[in-house]
Structure formats: structure tokens, C-alpha cells
């Protein structure tokens, strides 16, 4: 047997335990070696494959279309990886993440302006008639905003709409809520609150 091939059966057993290492590794602790790590390093790249789906999906549900949220989600991850060091663990990374995307969503809304109406109608209606989510963990017809509902969002200020559609398509606890938007639970309660009843006094009981 040459040296070549015994070097490169070792190599590939490496690459084996790296993988089988950074699946059995907590977010938390993969956000500590991705820290320390430099450009394209396995935990970091194993960050990206956990939070892919989960990152496109609220870039999808707070932008309304698919191109914009694959657009943001690509943000998303840059700025994940650039402030990779930032992460303190005080939270948990899951909460981390989810924040830097709304944030990003946010600032991409207030960048651009509000576009149309009709994109968030025109992107609950393609899911209505999937009926599925798709590759990227779209949101399904089963949602529990209705398409009117998403469409009256857009009268709320931009953190009021995240919120309640974070709250409520995407059933996130007040507590998730809280972390992710900086508040305290009980003011978290209160905005959520306050920005549904503004929906329902404008609208009508559009949220199921």
C-alpha cells in the first residue's frame, strides 16, 4: 500500500469525524468553534445547514416574496458569520439568529420603503394553492394569519407587523419574542396585545 493512498484514507476519516463531531455538537458549542474558526470552517458551515430553512422562513414571512427573503437570507448569514465572535451565549444561538434575520428584514423594509400590497396577498395566495411547504420550509396553507390578515398587517408600524407575525404564523413564544425583539416578557405581552386590538379596531376580527 503507498503513502499516498494510507495519507489519503486518513484524510477521509478525518473529514468523517469532523461531520459525525459537529452533528452531535449543540448550537451553542458550534457557535463557540465557529468564534475561533476562519472562513468556511466546519462549525460554522454546520450553523448554516441547521439554520438554512428556519432564517429563509422568516425572511419569507416578513418580506412577502421569495426572492427578497433568499436575498435577505444570504445577509442573514453574513452577518451571522461577521459577528460570529459577538455571540455570548447568554442567550440561546437559535434566539441569536432568529434576531439578527428580523433586524435584517426590518432594515431591508424601512430601506426599500413598503412595496405594494398585493406581494404578501400574491405569496399567501401561491401557498394556499401548494398546500405545502416548499424546499425551503415556505409556510403552508395551514397557517394561522389569513391571507387578509397578512394583508392589514401592513397597516402596523414594522416592529408591531413582525411581531404579530412572528406571534401568530409562526407561533413563537413570548418569551422567544422577547429575547429577539430586546423587550421584557410583560412588554412584549403588551405590544402584541396592543398592536392586535389596533388590527381588530381597524379591520375587524381578522386574526383567527
Known sequence: MSLRNTSGRTAGRERVDTVL????QTDEELAAEAAREGSDGPAF?????????????ICYRLLG????????????????????????????????AHSIAVRTCLSIRRGRGRRAKHETTASD?????????DAHGAPASGDRLSMD???VLEDLD???????????????????????????????????????????????????
Open 21 to 24: 463531531d459537529t452533528l452531535q
Open 45 to 57: 458551515v454546520a450553523l448554516v445547514e441547521r439554520f438554512r430553512q428556519r432564517v429563509w422562513r
Open 65 to 96: 416574496n421569495e426572492a427578497d427573503a433568499s436575498d435577505a437570507a444570504q445577509e442573514v448569514f453574513v452577518r451571522l458569520f461577521l459577528h460570529r465572535a459577538k455571540f455570548d451565549g447568554r442567550s440561546k444561538y437559535a434566539t441569536w
Open 125 to 133: 395566495e401561491q401557498l394556499e394553492s401548494t398546500g405545502a411547504s
Open 149 to 151: 390578515a397578512m394583508t
Open 158 to 208: 414594522e416592529v408591531d407587523r413582525a411581531l404579530l407575525i412572528l406571534k401568530y404564523a409562526e407561533s413563537y413564544s413570548y418569551e422567544e419574542l422577547a429575547a429577539m425583539f430586546d423587550l421584557s416578557v410583560s412588554a412584549c405581552k403588551m405590544r402584541v396585545s396592543r398592536a392586535r386590538d389596533k388590527v381588530q379596531e381597524r379591520h375587524g376580527p381578522s386574526m383567527q
